[in-house]
DNA sequence: CTTATTTAAGACAAATTTATCCTAAATAAA
DNA sequence: TTTATTTAGGATAAATTTGTCTTAAATAAG
């Protein structure tokens, strides 16, 4: 479904959600522990994320992620699918088609659009913020 | 979604049930020049389709790939996806947990399994037939 | 039975994704 | 301003997926 890099990233921004309403940054090592991921990659994720202004980061001694914490509530699911896997996964074609639309399908063509769609509003809709309150009080969790 | 293979797998399969319902096989070049996909490769993936049972093979003169005519209208798109993706997109966790489940589900876990459930009813239950019928009517196409 | 034809299988190669390492650049703190 | 710390970025490597090629095995037809 979706790539290594963007489990990483969605894994991770749901971290600095949680430690960002502390008032808190955390830096690579600590986010990949968190998350059971391998530090140098998630690193390079996190700069995705960072360039797509998804999270901010902060360099320097007591450096490190986070979000604006009156951005925290308004970032969604989607956002960090499209920063890392782009939007292949909203508009491209179930069987690779470069031309694929309503005028000339693919043979699984409408039998998707349900499913895509369904996909699309769940990943535009879902909010980080319920996320890792889910995390925070147990009913979900982040690795193992 | 799915890899490449299962991509070429699924339109080899659709074009298979089209020439197997006019009686005739069909080898790997015709195919793959049919679906727009590599010559060798396409060979591989019909290999494990048969393996599968999904398609059978007949080597020797006027050999190649069909499908029992009995056995067409049987077929679903689910068959294909498990023959070459395996069952990790039916089952596997959307951030790639080993244990999730609901008593140790990750942070999406509920809002994928709606997803993970319609996509799973509609592999189950579409099958070739319809979908190589609509190529045939002209309503859908294999390439470009 | 022999032969031509076709799929099966394994080794190999290219491309992409995943992952690591080292150095540069930025910057906060002292 | 200097220094310690931290992210950014590029080069490299490993693993996986995609793709190719050659030979073996099977078998239908003659």
């Given at each position: 479904?979706?790539?290594?890099?963007?489990?990483?990233?969605?894994?991770?921004?749901?971290?600095?959600?949680?430690?960002?309403?502390?008032?808190?940054?955390?830096?690579?090592?600590?986010?990949?522990?968190?998350?059971?991921?391998?530090?140098?990659?998630?690193?390079?994720?996190?700069?995705?994320?960072?360039?797509?202004?998804?999270?901010?980061?902060?360099?320097?001694t007591y450096g490190g992620f986070e979000i604006d914490k009156d951005k925290i509530s308004t970032i969604k699911l989607a956002d960090a699918v499209r920063a890392i896997d782009g939007d292949?996964?909203?508009n491209g074609c179930g069987l690779g088609l470069k031309s694929c639309d309503e005028d000339h399908p693919c043979p699984v063509h409408d039998k998707f659009k349900d499913i895509r769609d369904a996909l699309k509003n769940m990943l535009e809709q879902t909010s980080f913020e319920e996320l890792a309150f889910n995390i925070k009080s147990g009913a979900s969790f982040l690795k193992l």
């Open positions: 479904m979706f790539s290594k890099a963007c489990e990483y990233g969605i894994k991770a921004t749901i971290f600095i959600v949680l430690k960002s309403h502390e008032g808190k940054r955390v830096n690579p090592k600590e986010i990949a522990k968190e998350i059971d991921s391998p530090e140098a990659f998630t690193a390079k994720i996190l700069q995705a994320l960072v360039r797509h202004e998804v999270i901010v980061s902060v360099k320097g292949s996964i909203f």
